[in-house]
């Protein structure tokens, strides 16, 4: 049974940072393409940052280039999205998503992925 466990969310002003981490079981971790999503209170969920299976290839929405990366850790099966610089517009409830991909792969579509989180709420106080 795949699970995606999120955490590391919560309350940062405004400029603030946070580390979010998406622990991942029941799958071989090296075979996965993962990626972060967002929902904001009454909007769609959208794509924020993907990484590929060995971390070669990444991919960020606009909104976060420059300031969000992600990255993953194969030895503890384990994606992170460090925030940086931080603003209102980034209050959402961050989701984790996994897929089988290609090697090189990424992905920014919701649905292309299989498996996904229960979410991390991620509040900014401006």
């Known amino acids: 049974q795949v699970q995606l466990v999120e955490s590391g969310g919560g309350l940062v002003q405004a400029g603030g940072s946070l580390r979010l981490s998406c622990a991942a079981s029941g799958l071989t971790f090296t075979s996965y393409a993962m990626g972060w999503f967002r929902q904001a209170p009454g909007k769609e969920r959208e794509f924020v940052a993907a990484?590929?299976?060995?971390?070669?290839?990444?991919r960020y929405a606009d909104s976060v280039k420059g300031r969000f990366t992600i990255s993953r850790d194969n030895a503890k099966n384990t994606v992170y999205l460090q925030m940086n610089s931080q603003n209102d517009e980034d209050t959402a409830v961050y989701y984790c998503?996994?897929?089988?991909?290609?090697?090189?792969?990424?992905?920014?579509?919701?649905?292309?992925?299989?498996?996904w989180g229960q979410g991390t709420q991620v509040t900014v106080s401006s």
């Open positions: 998503a996994a897929r089988q991909a290609g090697f090189y792969s990424v992905y920014d579509s919701d649905g292309s992925y299989n498996y």
């Open positions: 990484i590929s299976r060995a971390g070669i290839s990444t």
